[in-house]
């Protein structure tokens, strides 16, 4: 499986899923493609899903620096993190509580049901792939 993948919905809600392994980079490729992303299309709604992390490769030092930049997801947009397992649920929430100045456009979940709720969705929303290396290599 790839380290992650974007899909993006007609209902303006962008969708992250990581593989198993969650490492520093991975999540900063992330955090570049959907600032890409989010340039090119504009702003939306996003969901982080991390249902499928296994094995989680990530620092505190590294979601302090995290939380201290910019949101990739502007402001006045809700973000929703699913984060299952509690040590990545610990991490994104420590991250939350850093980034307390969202007013409250963060919420941590651990699971897509919650997701969806917290951004009043379908489960059934469909979403298409987005092309990152594509992307990527068009802003190069």
Known sequence: ?????????????LLITTGEVV???IISAVYSA????????GPCSGISDFSAAE?????????????????????GRRRVVVAPRPDFYGLT????????????????VRTMVEA???LAISSTLEFSAIDTERSESATE
């Open 116 to 118: 969806y709720d917290f």
């Open 34 to 41: 959907v600032e890409r992303f989010v340039a090119s299309e």
């Open 1 to 13: 499986m790839a380290d992650f993948t974007l899909q993006f919905s007609k209902h303006q809600v």
């Open 23 to 25: 490492t520093e980079e």
């Open 93 to 108: 929430r420590m991250f939350q509580i850093l980034r307390d100045g969202m007013s409250g456009e963060l919420h941590v």
């Open 55 to 75: 094995d989680v490769r990530v620092s505190a030092e590294f979601v302090r620096r995290l939380a201290a930049r910019s949101p990739a997801i502007p402001a």
